[in-house]
Structure formats: structure tokens, C-alpha cells
């Protein structure tokens, strides 16, 4: 039984190396063509030189090449780093330099947009680009360029794997924290192994299931798709949707049996006709990314009478943490469940002690799933990754937990239902997106003296994201400088960062302690979006 990630997609190769791995488009790779193009991109990044847990990021939309890149990275012994292909330039520059990527795999177009700050990228070496021909504005970098087919014939070398451990780390999947830029969250083999083999054991995921991805891959639920499939030898199907009709479409071109969707897609998939080859194909459907409504969960069963839906509760810090399964959905659909397989789930109050039976508490994740906690940030992974409440004290070893930051109440039947964030992270469209970074992105702006930005709710993105500014006592032109900041934020932001609506205000209300007073601000316009949404 495999315990290294990508040993799952050996292993399958060997038993059935003509099964269906990956579809894309007209294009389907089996698992030995799967493992075929793993070992290649491993063998390449070998040869360049790559050393053991060294960082290698990705850079592209979901396609065949990410899958070989992330998973070769793996089988060389070194660190994949997948990036959002929504981020803009400034936030792909922060992770690249952030974690010391040694090569960036990305396209030609996606190349272009970042000359401009791969400049300041020291640690960074080697550019893998997926077209067949390097193109021209590599002449400009500093660092070496490779077409994909160049960096697969590289020069021979020593091309043996590093040994590692399922203890050591495969993967860094960056999130965004409550204050400033993302952090780094470092996955071991074990985390993801374990994960793939929970996940696969509570939905039931067999050699039969084809899968369709349709959530991002630096996404730890998106990634899951791909490691939970390949741990039982199933099919995974690569899609980025336009329009909400084409996963319908998709599901049924494919003939998917398993689609995991956030509540912002579930919520426009719920109103669309579902065909009868889809509603008697698709085996299970899953929530993720925030709390899915009661109503849409309903509309869901009336178009998919004979599909199980599983609403699930994770944090990137442990993977997957709860879920619940379709027998509770018509008992307790607000619930976020029970434990998933392999881990343990605490509620646990201030004095770091077990709650009772509906006293409220924050969720805290035990088990082989909690990560290895923030790449280089000790002062933040101590905050979040601590000793285990539970564990014996003649054990000499300490078990680490992760605090979620989640406050949740437990029931007497050991259900959990989610009360509230202990931080002031903004949950949109199945995004965690700090305020911090949107309000940096806001200060830019020479006229804006104060900005913060809140998550307001709204029926279709969970929270949608209001962004309220100040302007400075010298500038006029109050509404006009609220258009400059939007402008200026839909240049500098992925889209789903990118604020609903920004509102000027003279300015803007303090707490006692001389900070915005952002729960005061919070019930101001709660309901702002809510009759607009529905």
C-alpha cells in the first residue's frame, strides 16, 4: 500500500495500466501514461539539479501538465507549490518568494504577465514553460527558460530519486491568513495519503468512480480530488467552467459519478435542469468552502433524487475535518457532522478543556491530517499548531492539534454546527481571503486615508465583500475616488478579491482602543446585500 503520494499512481499503473486516469478535452491518459509523464517531469527536474524538498511551483489552469508537474515534483523528492491560476502577478511574486521556488511551471501567456516582478525573485533559477517553443520575451529574464520538451530531454544526469519519508513534506498550499499576505501551509505524504484514504473511505470511492474536478488545485478540496481518485484507481476529469451550465453539460459528456462544488456554484447549479442520464450517472455530490444553505441543499435533492449529497467541514491546516453524511441531510442539514475517518474533533473552551453538550467552543482537529504547520513562520504556527488538550502527560512526545479559529457548538448526539469565525477572515465564493490584503491593495491609492473591508452576506457568494474607504481631508470628489479604488482593485486582485462594491465615507468609526470598530461597521450593513441577492 502506497505511502507517498504519488506511489498510488505507480501502483495503479502496474495493476490496471490501462484504466482511465485523467480526461481532458478529447484527450485521455491512462495510468501508465500518467505514470509515464510523472516519471519524466521527476527524471527532468533531477537532471536540473533539483535537491530534496526543494520548492517547485505551478502556475497553470487545470490541465494534464499541472497534474504531471505537481506529481513529479513528488516522485523527485522535492515540494510542489501549486498557485491559483486567478492570482494576479503581485500575489504569484509573494509565494514564489515566499517559499524560495527554485522553478516556476507555467504557460507562455501567463510567462509574459510576470516579467515585471520574476526580477525579484533571487531564489529562482529555472522557468518551465508548457509550449513546445520558449518564447521571445524570455530573453529578458535572468533566469534559464525551457520549453516543456526541452525540460524533459534535459541533458543526462543523476537522475536518482532523493529518499524520503512519509513524515516529510510534499506540498505547500498557500491560504490567506487574517492579517497580510497568504502563509504557506506544509503538507507531509502522510497528511495527504491519510487524507486521500479518509475521504475515499466515507464516500465510498471505488475503480468505477470518474470524478470531476471543477474546483481549483492549490485549492486543498480541489487537490483532494485528484488524490482521493488515484488512491483507488479512479478517473478524474480536468474542467474549468465559464458558465455554471457547462458542469451540467460536462457531468454528462463525461458520465461523472462524483462532483465537489462551494456553496457559491451549488447555489447557482440548484435552479439549472439537470439532464436524466446526469441525475442517474452522478453516484454523490459534495459541499465544501463555507456552510450550504438549507434551501439549496433541498432544490439539490428534488433535481437529484438518487444522488447522496455530503456536506463536509475542512481547514487547509488539517485537510478534511467533518462531514455529513446523506442519510442527516433531511434530520439536521445545518449540521457539519462528525468526524471524518482517521481523525478526532475537539470542542474546546478557553481553559483548554472539553465543552459539554451545546456549550459553545473552538474546533479543535487531532489526528494523522493536521499539516506540518506554516512554512517559515514559527511565531503564527505556534498560535495555530499546539499541544494535543487530550493527550496523556506520560506520553514524553507532544501530539500537536490545530485550533481552527472556528467556534462551534456540539449537540448530545456528538453533531457539530458551525457558530462563527474567531478571526476576521472573509469566507467568498469558497475562498478564505483576508481583509488585510484587500485594504493594502486600497492604501495604494494616495487619496484613500482609511480602508477596511468586511465580509457582508449575500445569498449566491456565502459573504460578499464590501470595502469601505475614507478619502483624505484634502481630496474632493468623494464618489469619484471610490470608483479609482475599485478600478484599482480589480487591476491589482484576483476577481473573487475583488470588492462587490466600495463605499466612501468621511470616515470611518473607532473601538475604545483607537482601532476601526469593524463589528459596529459589520451590523451597519449587514443586511446591504441581502435583498439584491435573493
Known sequence: MSELIHESIFERAAQAPNSAALLFKDKTFSYAQLKMRVDAVASALLKQGIQRSDRVAVYLPKQPET???????????????????????????????????????????RLTTLLAVLMNCPDLHTIVVVEDEVPDCADRLSQRVLS?????????????????????????????????????????????????????????????????????????????????????????????????????RSAARYTATGLAAVPPLWNQLKDLDWPAEVASSLRYITNT?????????????????????????????????????????????????????????????????????????????????????????????????????????????NELAVWSGDEVVQDEEGYLYFISRKDEMIKTSGYRVSPTEIEEVAYQCEQVAGAVALGVPHAILGHAILLLVAPDASESGIFEIGEQVLAHCRNELPNFMVPTEVITRESLPQNQNGKVDRRLLSEEYHDLFLEASL
Not at 155 to 181: E, N, Q, W
Not at 207 to 217: G, N, Q, T
Not at 300 to 320: N, S
Request: include cysteine; hydrophobic fraction near 40%; charge should be neutral.
Open 67 to 109: 497534474v504531471f508537474s505537481l506529481f513529479g515534483t513528488a516522485a523527485a523528492g522535492a515540494c510542489f507549490v501549486p498557485i491559483n491560476a486567478l492570482l494576479k502577478p503581485r500575489q504569484v511574486a509573494h509565494i514564489l518568494t515566499d517559499c524560495n521556488v527554485r522553478t516556476l511551471i507555467t504557460s507562455a501567456p
Open 148 to 248: 516543456f520538451c526541452q525540460f524533459c530531454r534535459s541533458p543526462a544526469g543523476d537522475t536518482g530519486r532523493h529518499r524520503v519519508i512519509d513524515t516529510d513534506m510534499t506540498a505547500i498550499l498557500y491560504t490567506s491568513g487574517s492579517t497580510g499576505s497568504p502563509k504557506g501551509v506544509i503538507l507531509s505524504h502522510r497528511n495527504m495519503v491519510a487524507g486521500a484514504r479518509s475521504v475515499a473511505t466515507y464516500l465510498r470511492n471505488t475503480s468505477e468512480d470518474r470524478l470531476l474536478a471543477v474546483l481549483p488545485l492549490s485549492f486543498d478540496a480541489g487537490l483532494s480530488q485528484l488524490t482521493t481518485a488515484f488512491s483507488v484507481g479512479a478517473s478524474v476529469v480536468l474542467m474549468d467552467y465559464l458558465l455554471p451550465r457547462d458542469v451540467i
Open 289 to 397: 468552502g463555507g456552510a450550504m444553505p438549507v434551501s439549496t441543499t433541498r432544490k439539490l435533492q428534488k433535481r437529484l433524487p438518487e444522488t447522496d449529497i455530503y456536506l463536509m467541514y475542512g481547514l487547509t491546516e488539517a485537510f478534511r475535518s467533518t462531514y455529513l453524511p446523506p442519510e442527516q441531510i433531511g434530520i439536521r442539514p445545518e449540521s457539519m457532522g462528525k468526524a471524518v475517518p482517521n481523525a478526532e474533533i475537539l470542542v474546546v473552551n478557553e481553559a483548554g478543556e472539553e465543552c459539554a453538550p451545546n456549550e459553545p467552543g473552538e474546533l479543535v482537529h487531532r489526528g494523522a491530517l493536521v499539516s506540518l504547520g506554516y512554512w517559515n513562520d514559527p511565531e503564527k504556527t505556534a498560535a495555530r499548531f499546539k499541544p494535543c488538550p487530550l493527550r496523556p502527560n506520560e506520553i514524553p512526545t
